[in-house]
């Protein structure tokens, strides 16, 4: 993702006028969710500056079985999580490519499970939009070269109730604390890792924060003679 | 105070207690005790524009061992908790905690799991000071309103070392924060109240009891 | 017994044991009576350590063979807590992960959010111009504080009374702007929550009549002070290559000599067009930081008087009234904000901006599914948010990449083989928050 494109217009870029047909993003929010998921193909050059155009077909040269993904001209890899180890080796080797910084590894948690509706129209709880499907822990790697000043991401997804991967820290030393927090947050075991053990939470917590299924674990409050419960409790 | 005003200006009258008080207030030194956002703002109230060197505070110990007041600044984590009553228990009586900010007070817009909800389930607190973070006249206005409980309380229960503090307040009486006179709360106002904490809210400076006669309490 | 560790290994900073910089399992750390090494633990409460950070140390005599940082004394849950309020509410909780520098805070993830929307073209320039104008004063007001506590805690007092001094000016101009001296709240997703007052341009003229000589103040006390080159040549040294194989970025990495900064490199808000430059040294000791973040004062100097200069006229929020606050703000008889104007406007005249506004302020309003990730050069080097939403009006994941999480993790490699005493400064040289660290 070039930002040095994107807030001013210049080439492919994000924004609400973007040229291609059904764009990404028009002006109106409630509109531009359904196109949007239309674009992620395969493929699909909307929204991306030549320099990630070129970028993304080597790595898809390089590596075939990547899904390429494209939102707001930024560049998604999506890697099985056996190849991860060797993609982020060569995006790290590779003259063209280059990327230097780690600069993050992040979880988000979909679970698994039916579809929630929200109680009530006007404030409502997040919606799952995952059906039936499994939960994942999809695990975002953000990769940056300084030299050709381009970002992009390589996800992975892992099962959520046994999630493991191998770690990048022997490549990337970055990794070594973020992986920690990850381990820390999601619960996500990365093997090879010399020192994987809690770093924000306390060492004896149970639990990993991050995730869905733990609670904000707030207390109720009290307020001019009532009690308030907290935020995840309330059913306004 | 009927002889002292029959007596020629330049006079004063004490008592121990009195002179002891006025000195505790007059130099009480704080930890430096600054957690987050709340720090910074202690910090200014420490540097040139604000200004607690004259009321002889600009020495921030860094050690507990030697300082009587323990500014809690900031949000307490769960895994802070235990330290800062560590830090607590290492202080020498007689001490203080101001709770600075409403992070410090009652957890503040963090109302979760990473939070202590409220200092004073770890230590006892002696002056809440709200805001988010408080201006450094709030800060001090706290603060003087503390030197002035200070000035007027006879000896205080303070928890034992390593006493949680819910054996404290069954011991002592002390009263919670969200127990005393809040608008509104004049209805639930435990009676439990321990022989210091009654003395200090009974003739603090007269400002704070003309509020209490103002809203009608005892 | 072992062998002895006489003069030999006293006289050489060169650790005698290799210890892996990740370090082991707490009971590898080495034995304090066979190995003759002193496990020391340095804060959480600390009057030097920035914040609630904690260290192990690993000493031989005063010399540091291992470090282990120990964080998460500060942690708050801010990343959940935004999952349960609306968009525009987690702006409040965001802009107190750096304290120091909450405005790059509120920045970055406004930027996030409104590459969500897909409305980034349509924030109007005069609000780009101000988000420039007021972080280029946060940037200052943060490394004042990191010269005020650097300095106190090298020893140089005089240091903090200035660097507070200066700060109250900064403060006070924003305290103008935005009501609040700290965590401010003030910049919004497709926006500024209102405009600036009356009187502005004045005031900010006259900061930047008074900011020169101060900074001139500060170099003239600690520049060529023999005591404080002393202290920091040559202290905490990490090289270009492990710079950026730890993912430090800002000043450290400037400091090793590579050019790079996000304002240059992946320009936001429109910065581009205003002319300063990135000062870079070789050194990559903590005087070498000293040294640009006194520069990066200057610039951002520059940068303000260019914006302020330029500043265009025109509206401070998106047009789109789904998304745009209301922000005709100002201070009426109740106190709560809303101009007489607005209130008649919604409650007699249009039915359609009043259902905006019930819908704004109860529920917020919604963002496409998605994934984006946005980066600012804070002061402390690159602040990124990689924001997930799935199309509701609460954000689905916020993760936070903060610069002082990274920085904190290059202590080991940073401070192998210094004396104690070098390890304050070498922290202070590395300027970490401990609020964006722990979150």
């Avoid at chain 1, 028009?26 to 050059?45: D, H, M």
């Avoid at chain 2, 005393?180 to 009654?198: F, I, S, V």
């Avoid at chain 3, 072992?2 to 050489?12: D, F, K, V």
Wanted: charged content about 25%.
């Amino acid at each position: 993702m070039s930002e040095a494109q994107a807030p001013e217009g210049k080439g492919g870029g994000t924004g609400a006028h973007a040229d291609a047909p059904g764009g990404v993003g028009s002006g109106n929010p409630n509109q531009a969710a359904g196109e949007a998921t239309k674009l992620i193909e395969r493929g699909i050059e909307i929204g991306l500056a030549e320099p990630l155009r070129q970028l993304r077909d080597r790595l898809v040269g390089a590596f075939d079985e990547l899904e390429v993904s494209a939102f707001r001209g930024e560049l998604t890899l999506k890697a099985h999580p056996a190849q991860l180890i060797e993609l982020v080796r060569f995006c790290r080797d590779d003259e063209d490519v280059a990327c230097e910084l780690l600069a993050d590894l992040s979880g988000v948690h979909w679970p698994g499970g039916q579809k929630r509706e929200s109680a009530q129209e006007t404030t409502g709880w997040p919606a799952y939009e995952i059906g039936d499907e499994d939960g994942r822990i999809e695990l975002d790697y953000i990769l940056y070269s300084i030299t050709h000043n381009h970002r992009f991401r390589v996800r992975v997804d892992l099962d959520d109730k046994e999630p493991r991967i191998a770690s990048v820290s022997e490549l990337y030393a970055s990794a070594l604390f973020m992986e920690r927090e990850v381990y820390d947050f999601f619960g996500v075991e990365f093997e090879g890792h010399p020192d994987l053990r809690r770093i924000l939470m306390p060492d004896e917590w149970e639990g990993h924060p991050h995730r869905k299924d733990y609670p904000l674990g707030g207390v109720e409050v009290q307020y001019k003679g009532t009690t308030i419960p907290p935020p995840d409790e309330r059913s306004y | 105070m009927g002889l002292e005003q029959n007596l020629p200006s330049g006079i004063l009258l004490t008592s121990t207690e009195r002179l002891i008080g006025w000195a505790r207030a007059g130099s009480l030194w704080p930890a430096t005790f600054g957690l987050a956002c709340c720090a910074i703002e202690m910090m200014c109230t420490g540097a040139a524009h604000y200004d607690m060197a004259r009321f002889g505070m600009e020495v921030f110990r860094g050690s507990p061992r030697q300082s009587d007041l323990m500014i809690v600044a900031g949000r307490v984590s769960q895994k802070m908790a235990p330290v800062v009553r560590n830090l607590y228990d290492q202080m020498a009586d007689p001490k203080w905690v101001i709770s600075m900010g409403v992070c410090a007070s009652s957890g503040g817009m963090f109302n979760n799991y990473a939070i202590v909800q409220g200092v004073d389930h770890v230590v006892p607190v002696d002056m809440y000071v709200p805001g988010c973070p408080p201006r450094p006249e709030m800060l001090m206005d706290g603060i003087v309103k503390l030197h002035e409980v200070i000035k007027q309380e006879q000896f205080v229960e303070r928890p034992r070392k390593g006493e949680s503090m819910e054996d404290f307040r069954r011991r002592t009486g002390w009263a919670v924060g969200d127990e005393t006179d809040m608008p509104g709360w004049a209805a639930t106002r435990t009676q439990a109240k321990g022989a210091g904490g009654e003395s200090a809210e009974a003739n603090t400076m007269g400002r704070l009891s003309e509020t209490a006669a103002a809203r009608g309490d005892a | 017994m072992s062998e002895p560790r006489g003069a030999a290994a006293a006289s050489t900073l060169e650790p005698r044991h290799e210890f892996t910089v990740a370090s082991g399992e707490w009971e590898n750390l080495p034995d304090a009576v066979e190995d003759d090494l002193m496990v020391i633990n340095m804060g959480p409460q600390h009057p030097s350590t920035h914040g609630v950070l904690r260290m192990v140390l690993t000493l031989d005599g005063e010399t540091v063979l291992d470090n282990q940082p120990v964080i998460g004394y500060l942690h708050t849950g801010i990343e959940k807590n935004t999952e349960y309020r609306p968009w525009v509410q987690g702006v409040t909780y965001v802009t107190r992960m750096d304290y120091l520098s909450p405005l790059f805070n509120e920045l970055a993830y406004c930027l996030a959010v409104e590459k969500l929307l897909g409305i980034t073209e349509e924030v109007p320039e005069r609000a780009s111009a101000l988000r420039v104008l007021l972080t280029e004063l946060n940037r200052i007001s943060s490394h004042l504080v990191w010269l005020a506590t650097g300095g106190l805690e090298l020893g140089a007092i005089s240091a903090m009374i200035y660097g507070f001094r200066e700060r109250e000016t900064i403060i006070d101009l924003l305290e103008f702007v935005t009501g609040l001296r700290m965590n401010h709240a003030y910049i919004r997703p497709g926006g500024l929550s209102s405009d600036v007052p009356e009187g502005f341009e004045d005031r900010v003229r006259q900061v930047l009549r008074e900011m020169p000589q101060r900074i001139d103040e500060f170099e003239d006390l600690l520049t060529e002070n023999p005591i404080w080159v002393e202290r920091n040549k040559g202290v905490g040294i990490l090289s270009a290559a492990d710079c950026l194989d730890l993912g430090v970025t800002g000043v450290m990495l400037r400091s090793a000599g590579i050019p790079h900064d996000l304002r240059k490199a992946q320009p936001y808000c429109g910065i581009e067009q205003y002319d300063f430059s990135v000062p870079v040294t070789e050194t990559s000791d903590a005087y070498g930081r000293f040294l640009i973040r006194i520069r990066e004062m200057r610039e951002s100097l520059k940068i303000v008087e260019q914006a302020l200069d330029a500043l265009p006229g025109g509206p401070i929020m998106v047009d789109d009234p789904k998304i745009g606050w209301p922000s005709q703000l100002a201070l009426g008889p109740d106190g709560i904000g809303n101009a007489k104007e607005y209130i008649s406007k919604i409650m007699g005249q249009s039915m359609e901006a009043l259902i905006h506004h019930f819908k704004l302020v109860t529920e917020g309003f919604s963002v496409p599914p998605g994934q984006v990730y946005t980066a600012v050069e804070s002061p402390r080097g690159e602040l990124g948010y990689h924001v997930t939403s799935n199309g509701t009006n609460k954000p689905y994941r916020v993760k936070v990449r903060d610069p002082s999480f990274l920085n904190i993790g290059s202590l080991p490699r940073l401070t192998q083989g210094l004396l104690v005493a070098d390890v304050i400064a070498a922290v202070a040289s590395t300027d970490p928050v401990m609020g964006g660290v722990d979150r």
